[in-house]
């Protein structure tokens, strides 16, 4: 399923993955400042991410604060279905044209994906509330809570080409933000919020912990060739978190890009 917007302001209309409004959150949480952030346990180490002050997001749009989720459980990975040939130095003028869309086109509080990857490997925050908390997209209908949403920016179909640098840039995220004791090679059970997705509402689904779209929804998203790397994506992340098994998670600065 895809959704059309404008990456710029007199182009053509270009295909999304389809971010499902109804299964955006409608209770908006504003934990206190002084709340904890999360410790991982599993000693990764955070990857460089450009934060949406790097990116020139306009923060003026952004229509309530972020909700905030349990733990990590699972990551969805997704493809937006922009042409592959863009120059990587022109990504935050196409991530403020996402923003745009998904706010003032679609009338949702933000950007649904958590996480955006460019064709270079670059990591971009995408939805607000902050890199190292546990914020709740609006990328996967029905198992939004408790999950990561990561989208490369380009389209991913049959025959394209997945450079190594977005399967290493999603493993790092990946395993990064999964919680403590999750497999990235393994199964995790979740529970349907919405019967859009491919189970009923209540309906338990057994999933990988790194999917694809359209495993949760009925979509072809990531697309073919991405969604044809997932093992090898999952095997990365899972020989980085075993690389660091029995480090000490100390706390750090976040590393970011601006």
């Known amino acids: 399923m895809w959704l059309r917007h404008r990456l710029w302001p007199a182009a053509a209309v270009l295909p999304l993955t389809l971010l499902m409004l109804r ?6 949480v504003l934990p206190p400042p002084e709340a904890p952030v999360h410790k991982r346990a599993h000693g ?4 460089t991410i450009v934060t949406r002050a790097g990116w020139h997001a306009d923060e003026s749009m952004v229509r309530e604060h972020a909700v905030y989720t349990g733990a ?8 937006t279905g922009e042409s592959n040939t863009y120059d990587c130095a022109d990504v935050p003028r196409m991530l403020r044209a996402v923003e745009e869309s998904h706010i003032k086109g679609n009338g949702w509080d933000d ?14 925050e995408g939805r607000a509330g902050g890199i190292t908390r546990q914020v709740r997209g609006a990328h996967t209908t029905g198992f939004n809570a408790d999950s990561v949403g990561i989208a490369v920016l380009g389209n991913y179909g049959r025959g394209a080409e997945v450079p190594r640098v977005i399967v290493r840039a999603l493993a790092e995220v990946a ?11 393994g199964t995790v059970r979740l529970v349907s919020t919405n019967g859009a997705s491919r189970y009923p509402k209540g309906k338990a689904a057994v ?3 790194i999917s694809g779209h359209r495993d949760a929804y009925q979509t072809n998203c990531p697309g073919e060739a991405l ?13 980085l978190r075993q690389a660091r098994t029995g480090t000490e998670d100390a706390e750090s600065p976040p590393r970011v890009s601006h």
């Open 227 to 239: 969604y044809a790397e997932l093992p090898a994506i999952r095997a990365a992340a899972a020989a």
């Open 175 to 185: 395993a990064w933000k999964l919680r403590p004791g999750s497999d990235p090679r």
């Open 111 to 124: 950007i649904g994906y958590n996480f955006l990857v460019d064709r270079c490997g670059t990591i971009y």
């Open 23 to 28: 299964d955006a959150p409608v209770r908006l």
């Open 44 to 47: 990764v180490s955070q990857p």
């Open 72 to 79: 990590v459980r699972a990551v969805f990975i997704h493809h």
């Open 207 to 209: 999933l990988h912990v």
